[in-house]
């Protein structure tokens, strides 16, 4: 349970268990004792998860854990539609959500060590 919440807490998921869905695989085992479990994880940010491109669990030399392995889609060649950001303007009646928002700007601003506007401007949206 605690592993649970804290995935929920950073936002991340488990990449092999959302592309493999209905398989039963196993990356530790003691063949003697018939146990097997899965005790090797890729735990990724959510957002992220549509990029995996492949996961796998593979059979090791030598070892009792099997190698767990993902691969992600090169997320720079992937060509972006034309989005939108739409911003809830009912945050803008309330000071606390005004002050909070121009610290993040600020942070934003202090942390755009490439100069580039645009980046910038994308991660104040990501922020807020």
């Known amino acids: 349970m605690a592993l649970i919440n804290l995935l929920d807490c950073f936002d991340q998921c488990d990449i ?7 398989k039963h695989m196993f990356t530790w085992c003691n063949r003697k ?18 990029v995996g ?11 009792d854990h099997n190698i767990t392995g993902t691969s992600l889609i090169n997320v720079t ?5 034309p989005g939108y950001w739409k911003f809830n303007t009912d ?10 928002i ?8 202090a942390n755009n060590k490439y100069g580039d506007k645009s980046a910038m401007w994308e ?6």
Request: hydrophobic share 40%; aromatic share 8%.
């Open 53 to 63: 491109k492949q996961t796998n669990i593979l059979p090791s030399i030598r070892s």
């Open 16 to 22: 092999w268990r959302l592309n493999n869905t209905n």
């Open 102 to 109: 121009k610290v993040v700007i600020s942070k934003s601003e």
């Open 33 to 50: 004792n018939k146990i097997y479990c899965r005790l090797d994880y890729w735990f990724v940010v959510e957002h992220l998860a549509n």
């Open 77 to 81: 060649s992937m060509i972006r539609g």
């Open 123 to 128: 991660l104040i949206k990501m922020d807020i």
């Open 91 to 100: 945050l803008l009646g309330d000071t606390n959500d005004i002050n909070l």
